[in-house]
């Protein structure tokens, strides 16, 4: 046997050729596969978990809300928050969609974030924020905001508010809800949608046509912080290098985070009334409440690839990824669906 596997490892001239040849060959076959990867349209956490293949691509649930409006994610659950006049959220099992419990925010929940340990709700119509255990569903404090806040992100350390009606953001120290002055800055006309980059604010002014980038560790604007995104921005979000923001006529615009720069194609075309996105590592996720479907551009260049419509409930009004699915808050049906 010993002496079998010294001929088998018998390093010849032709033996060292052949080894040579039989590892060039797995060289350029895992580069062919990290290159598919890169530009796939998949997140290489769902290949890992079978989660790319076309089958069963729409599931809904029909929840204890009569409309919602916003939904997120804490990892093992999904948060949906009831609006208009609903004043409750609806905590559901991500992995079979069972509804573990209904909770009381403010008056006209529009937009929920969840910050690592918790769940803020942005109540509209009682211009406060809402803070709620994401283990428990305990109600943890109230606080206030500026007038309408219509959208939330956190930054690791503060919860930013965008407020619709004044015209601004709040700042507020997610461990306590406390402002640490300062903690209002004005931005465009109606702010209503509000990311985190890693270092700055981004603000999607819907009265104005404009995104506001405000430092996020003083809320200062520096150098030049406002620009052009379409004409009516509702909704932005961080891919982790670009600042995609969703206007209501149709599109998504795409623009540098370094510099808020256009470069190549900046605006790509999508459904009709696109009100909120989402990124999922490889995809920018768009949902469109004028036709009820949602659209999937690859980050990299804005392409659709393959299958890029999908269809949903009743008119969506808000999107969220929970690591391995894209969940969809349809807000005249009062479904969630899970693709």
Same mark, same amino acid.
Not at 55 to 82: K, M, R, Y
Not at 97 to 111: H, I, Q
Not at 150 to 167: M, P
Not at 170 to 199: E, K, M, Q
């Given at each position: ?195 985190? !980059? &890693?270092?700055?604010? =981004?603000? $999607? /002014?819907?009265?104005?046509? *404009?995104?506001?980038? #405000?430092?996020? %560790? @003083? +809320? ?59 990124? !999922? &590592?490889?995809?920018? =996720?768009? $949902? /469109?409440?004028?036709?009820? *479907?949602?659209?999937? #551009?690859?980050? %990299? @260049? +804005? ?37």
């Amino acid at each position: 046997m010993k002496k079998q596997s010294a001929q088998i490892l018998n390093w010849t001239p032709s033996g060292k050729s052949v080894l040579w040849l039989l590892l060039s060959s797995i060289l350029v076959v895992g580069s062919s596969v990290h290159a598919q990867l890169v530009n796939s349209v998949q997140n290489p956490l769902q290949i890992a978990v079978l989660h790319w293949y076309p089958a069963n691509l729409t599931t809904h649930f029909q929840l204890q809300l009569s409309e919602i409006c916003a939904v997120t994610s804490d990892g093992p659950n999904i948060w949906v928050a009831g609006c208009v006049e609903n004043s409750q959220v609806n905590k559901v099992r991500a992995s079979d969609g069972t509804v573990l419990g209904t909770f009381s925010v403010g008056r006209n929940p529009f937009a929920l974030v969840f910050d690592g340990a918790n769940i803020w709700s942005a109540n509209s119509m009682d211009s406060t924020v809402t803070k709620l255990r994401a283990s428990d569903g305990a109600r943890l404090g109230t606080f206030a905001t500026g007038v309408g806040p219509e959208s939330l992100a956190f930054d690791g350390s503060n919860i930013w508010v965008a407020n619709a009606t004044s015209n601004n953001v709040t700042r507020l120290r997610a461990s306590d809800g406390a402002c640490i002055n300062p903690c209002t800055f004005s931005v465009g006309f109606s702010p209503i949608g509000v990311a985190f !980059d &890693g270092a700055n604010i =981004w603000v $999607a /002014n819907l009265g104005d046509g *404009t995104v506001t980038r #405000l430092r996020a %560790s @003083d +809320g200062a604007c520096v150098g030049v912080c406002t620009f052009n995104a379409g004409d009516q921005p509702h909704r932005v979000v961080f891919d982790g290098f670009n600042i995609w923001v969703a206007d209501i006529n149709a599109s998504v615009t795409k623009l540098r985070a370094s510099d808020g720069a256009c470069v190549g194609i900046c605006n790509f075309p999508v459904g009709n009334v696109p009100e909120d996105l989402t990124y !999922d &590592g490889a995809n920018i =996720w768009v $949902a /469109n409440g004028g036709d009820s *479907t949602v659209t999937r #551009l690859r980050a %990299s @260049d +804005g392409a659709c690839v393959g299958v890029c419509t999908f269809s949903v409930g009743q008119g969506p009004r808000g999107i969220a990824f929970d690591g391995i699915n894209i969940w969809v808050a349809n807000g005249l049906d009062a479904t969630l669906s899970k693709l």
